[in-house]
Each structure stands twice: as structure tokens, then as C-alpha cells.
């Protein structure tokens, strides 16, 4: 059973395999579902997809799966209708609002097949803006595309859903923001970083250990409880945050990943510095004199193992990374450049992780000059670009 579905699903991305195949199978003879739709979507769901990033493309596979439109490319139909100007689809007339017998009156597409052709027929007819007219792609009217319209059943192409009788939405997708390439939330950081782990025991026994009770009850005839130490993540993580400046663009990213560090590694530390790391650090911007640290101070108290992310745009200029008293705040008498080749030497994994859009780097001299530094170990802010990082330290 559900073997065209588990080539629907390969062919949008999926990674199912024969194993999760046969235990969907194996859980519909068991009577988890029974001729329940949805049901059936969060089983399979739970089962066959294996990664949040894939909620998209399952949902599509499924739609693909049941309703038939697998003759369809969707992806090409929904970037026309992302390309659509928003100016067709503002709000200048009153919402249309229909009698029960008016709507009645209204002709059905009859499938969704057929009004996939008709608002594929649409999106090559129309070339301006319409309102409150029974046919093309607009608002105010009893097509079945647009917004703020009336109309048994259609595609609500912008506006919020008001009467629920929309097939199909052509918004952003629910789950479209866990493509890899887009910029992250907190939830998205936190399974990402998540790869980051190297478990060890370590501290009092205070968890239960299953097995070993089993065996030493076996043993003794009689219950004898086994506890070890807690299974904790060793590695240790060490956060440099670039503040000030070009990165005031970037707080919100910046704040979701270090909510998420925080939340993800048991020890971790970290200090902020301005544009490039130069011979002090500090832990706190709104007591920055207070709290800084010399940077050969921040070698001396945290050893090799430590794997260290530096955060930042790695944009400035070339003299404030190569020349002595290049910093704009003070006269540093070595250039960051220096700094930044000590601290690769000194710890065993260092990697910088930009905000930036990846697009952009090859227009900034700096990203280039920092990218090499580094050994190429340079990532995105993306989900690809964390995991990526997470590989690298992790090994």
C-alpha cells in the first residue's frame, strides 16, 4: 500500500525510505487511522518525515497525492501569482458580500484540477489591475481569484481568509520559512546547533539506568536499582558577538541565536567586540569599561576544546582590519587581523558565522580578507549555513 505515495514524496524532496514505508503500513493494519483524512496526514506525517525543513514539501507531495494535480508545476504556477503587483489586490471597494442564493448561483470548477487551469488561463489573459469583476484575478468581485471577494470556492491570492471557502491560499506557505536559504527563528537555531553534541556522563548518580537494573535484579533475585550520571553535552561553546554599527541591522537574528546557544549548550560563555576582535573583549555593553577583558586574558581562561563562533558582518574597512590603529573607537597598536590569526591558533575549532546575505560577500573586500583567515570557514546565518558550521566544530 501507499507505494504511489512514497514516490510522490521522493519526487518533491521527501527522503522517505522502504522502512518508514512499511512502518506507515504496518500502523494503518494496527487501526490507528480509520477513513479519516486527517488523521491520516499527521500519521503519516509523523512517520514518514524525518526533518521540520520537509513540512513544506510533504504538504505539497500530499496535496499532489490526493487531489491530482501532479500535471501541475506549482512551483511555476505560484511564483506568476507571486508576481502578481500588489496594487491589483489593494482594498478600494467594500467587501462583496452575497446572498445565500447568489452564491448558489455561482458556477463551481467542479475539481481543483479545473481551476488550477482556470487561474493558469487568468495569469496568461490579464494585464492590469481588476475590482469587482466575476472573472479575472482581483478584489472586490465574485472571481474565484483574489481577496476580499464572494465566491462559493476559489484561490485567495492575498488578504486574509474571511469565509473559509478558499481550495487553495497562494500566500506564504505555513512552512516556507524553513527552507534552508531563509533567515532563521529561534526554534529553526535550536535544531540546528543541536548537532553540535558530544554526550558524556559526568557528575552524581542520580538517573536511573534501566538496563543495568534489569541485569543486577536478575542477578540478585531481588529489585536492586542501578542509577548513573546524567548523559550531558561536553562540548563547550564560545560566543563572540560583533555589536555597533552595521550589525544594528542584524540584533533580532542575533538575539534568536543566542537565545537558542543558551538554551542548547550546558557551558557556554561570551563576549562582544566592535567590527573585528582587537586586545579586549567585554561581557557587558552597558558596562562596557567594567566588564571587559584583555584578549590574551580570554586565551589564558578558556582552553583549546573550546569550539568558538564568531558572530558578525565581517564588513568594515580594510584598514580597520590590517593596520595598527585601524580601530575607529581607540589607537590599537596591533591590527585585528593579528588578533583574529591568534585566536585560529590557539583554539582547536573556530568558525564565523555571518548575517550578511551571502549574495553580497564578494562586494566586500573585508568578508574576502576574513573568509581567508578563517580557512574558509565562514557560514550564512541560514539553517544550511548553522548545520554546515555545526558539522565542521562537531568533528
Not at 544550511?384 to 562537531?394: A, C, N, P
Request: glycine share 6%; charged share 30%.
Amino acid at each position: 500500500m501507499f507505494v504511489r505515495l512514497f514516490y510522490t514524496l521522493r519526487k518533491y524532496g521527501v527522503p522517505v525510505t522502504t522502512r518508514e514505508l512499511i512502518d506507515l503500513n504496518q500502523a494503518i493494519a494496527e487501526g490507528l487511522v480509520f477513513a479519516d483524512l486527517d488523521e491520516f496526514y499527521q500519521l503519516a506525517k509523523i512517520i514518514l518525515v524525518k526533518d521540520e525543513r520537509f513540512f513544506d514539501k510533504f504538504d505539497r507531495a500530499m496535496k499532489d497525492y490526493f487531489d491530482g494535480i501532479e500535471t501541475f508545476d506549482l512551483d511555476e504556477l505560484l511564483k506568476q501569482v507571486q508576481n502578481i503587483p500588489k496594487e491589483w489586490l489593494d482594498l478600494e471597494l467594500l467587501e462583496k458580500h452575497l446572498t445565500p442564493e447568489q452564491r448558489a448561483a455561482l458556477q463551481k470548477a467542479g475539481s481543483l484540477e479545473e481551476l488550477m487551469k482556470m487561474l493558469e488561463e487568468r495569469l496568461r489573459e490579464q494585464h492590469k489591475k481588476h475590482q469587482g469583476g466575476n472573472r479575472m484575478i482581483g478584489t472586490g468581485g465574485t472571481s474565484p481569484f483574489g481577496a476580499f471577494g464572494d465566491h462559493p470556492e476559489g484561490v485567495r491570492i492575498g488578504g486574509p481568509g474571511r469565509k473559509r471557502s478558499a481550495v487553495k491560499v497562494w500566500e506564504q506557505r505555513k512552512y516556507q520559512n524553513l527552507d534552508d536559504e531563509q533567515i532563521l527563528g529561534t526554534r529553526q537555531m535550536q535544531l540546528a546547533l543541536r548537532r553540535l553534541r558530544k554526550f558524556a556522563r559526568q557528575g552524581a548518580a542520580e538517573e536511573l539506568d534501566v538496563d543495568g537494573t534489569i541485569r543486577e535484579t536478575a542477578k540478585q533475585g531481588i529489585l536492586d536499582v542501578q542509577l548513573v550520571p546524567e548523559r550531558r553535552n561536553r562540548v563547550k561553546v564560545l560566543m563572540l558577538f560583533d555589536v555597533g554599527g552595521s550589525m544594528d541591522s542584524y540584533i533580532a537574528q542575533c538575539e534568536k541565536l543566542f537565545s537558542a546557544a543558551k538554551t542548547e549548550f550546558k557551558t557556554l560563555e561570551y563576549f562582544y567586540f566592535h567590527n573585528c576582535l582587537y586586545d579586549y573583549v567585554w561581557k557587558d555593553n552597558h558596562r562596557r569599561q567594567a566588564s571587559r577583558l584583555e584578549t590574551w586574558d580570554l586565551f589564558h581562561k578558556y582552553g583549546r576544546d573550546y569550539r568558538v563562533i564568531v558572530v558578525g558582518d565581517a564588513s568594515m574597512a580594510p584598514y580597520e582590519l590590517r593596520s595598527a590603529g585601524g580601530s575607529v573607537e581607540y589607537m590599537n597598536d596591533e591590527a585585528g587581523e593579528v588578533w583574529l590569526r591568534r585566536l585560529r591558533q590557539h583554539f582547536d575549532k573556530t568558525a564565523w558565522l555571518n548575517p550578511e546575505e551571502q549574495n553580497y560577500w564578494h562586494y566586500t573586500q573585508t568578508i574576502s580578507l576574513i573568509k581567508q583567515i578563517f580557512d574558509d570557514h565562514m557560514y550564512p546565518m541560514t539553517l544550511k549555513g548553522i548545520e554546515d558550521l555545526t558539522r565542521y566544530l562537531s568533528r
